[in-house]
């Protein structure tokens, strides 16, 4: 095993757990919040919105992390600089987009609910302004990465 395969193969592994523990999060954690909270507070629906949003933003997450799985496949395979690969960073990239509006559509909601219910909702929308900062970092290197392989697509023959 060299040393590229085995790097490639320590990142599938990393992002198969990740990707176990954001569906143990979906599966578990999630509904139990929300079943927590109606029990402590019936007919208060206002959690279902930010329920709504972490839903979106888990599925986007795994299928984002799904096509990095892809991604390093290609890439043990000698195929970094294809057509498959260049796909599958544009669909990272528009799931970091989508994931970007979810924790907009979130931030929206909790300064909305905080203006009714006089809550502070400053923490919660700073960690939301954090996360918009990480996904747009990420965002960004996949823009990184796309270039030289669209370039090395460009600079290739086309065989017809």
Known sequence: MNVKRGSTTFLKVIIFLIGIAVLAACIFLLPEAARRDAIERPGDYSLYPLLVCTYGICITFSVAWYQAFKLLTYIEKNNAFSELSLQSLKVIKKCTFTVILFILLAIVYLRAHAQFTGDDAAGPISLGLMGILATSIIAAIVDVFQ??????????????
């Open 147 to 160: 270039k030289p392989i669209k370039n090395v697509m460009d600079s290739q023959p086309k065989n017809n």
